[in-house]
C-alpha cells in the first residue's frame, strides 16, 4: 500500500531493488516541479510527455521496491518469480530457454541469471529437448511450485490487492498504458 513511502538508493540489477523508508514525505511533488521547469525553460510541447514518463519510471521503482520487499523473505525476485510463473502457467511446465526470453521479455543473459539461481535454490530444472538436442528446456520442480504458491498469496494480499488506487483506475490506467506499449512495438494485435 502506499501509505508507507520508499525510495530506491543506488545501483540496482535487473530485478532486484533496495527499498529505504523515507520518514517524512516529501514537501513538494518534485515531478511536477520538474514540468514546471520544462515550461518555464520554453519546452512547453514536451513537459507533459516529460512528467508521464518521468512519473512512469519512479512508480516502476516502487512498485518494483514493494514487490522485491515482500518476496525477500522467500528469498525471490520478481524476476524469479515471473520465470516460475511462467512455467506453472504451461501444460508441461517446462519451456525452452528462449522462449522463457521471449515470454518475459528479457534478454538472454537475464534468463540465463535468473534460472541459474533457480536451479541452486531447487526450484527449476534444466533438462535436454526430447526431440531437438540444440534446445535446453526449464522445467518447474516441486518445490518451485509450493515457493510459488506462497509468493503468490503474499504479493496478491499485500500489492496486487492493493495497487494504491481504485480497481476502476486501474482498469483504465491498464488501458491507457496498453495503448503505449502497442505504439511503442511491444506487441501487434
Not at 20 to 29: E, R, Y
Not at 109 to 135: C, I, K, M, P
Not at 140 to 158: D, F, H, M, T, Y
Not at 161 to 172: D, Q, R
Request: hydrophobic share 40%; glycine share 6%; with cysteine.
Amino acid at each position: 500500500m502506499f501509505g508507507q513511502k520508499s525510495a530506491l538508493r543506488g545501483c540496482q540489477s535487473v530485478g532486484e531493488s533496495r527499498a529505504v523508508t523515507i520518514s517524512k514525505p516529501l514537501s513538494q511533488d518534485l515531478i511536477e516541479e520538474a514540468r514546471r521547469q520544462w515550461i518555464e525553460h520554453g519546452w512547453d510541447e514536451a513537459a507533459d510527455g516529460m512528467a508521464l514518463v518521468t512519473s512512469i519510471m519512479r512508480i516502476q521503482q516502487i512498485y518494483l521496491a514493494r514487490v522485491n520487499s515482500v518476496l525477500r523473505p522467500l528469498d525471490l525476485t520478481f524476476a524469479r518469480f515471473e520465470l516460475l510463473t511462467l512455467l506453472s502457467f504451461t501444460h508441461s511446465g517446462a519451456l525452452p530457454m528462449n522462449k522463457i526470453g521471449v515470454r518475459l521479455q528479457v534478454h538472454p543473459t537475464s534468463v540465463t541469471n535468473s534460472v541459474d539461481r533457480l536451479e541452486d535454490q531447487g526450484f527449476v530444472q534444466r533438462r535436454a529437448h526430447a526431440t531437438d538436442r540444440r534446445t535446453t528446456l526449464v522445467e518447474i520442480l516441486p518445490s518451485g511450485r509450493r515457493i510459488l504458491q506462497k509468493a503468490s498469496i503474499v504479493l496478491n494480499e499485500s500489492v496486487f490487492a492493493h495497487p494504491g488506487i481504485s480497481g476502476a483506475e486501474a482498469k483504465e490506467l491498464f488501458h491507457l498504458l496498453r495503448v503505449l506499449r502497442m505504439d511503442e512495438g511491444d506487441f501487434d494485435i
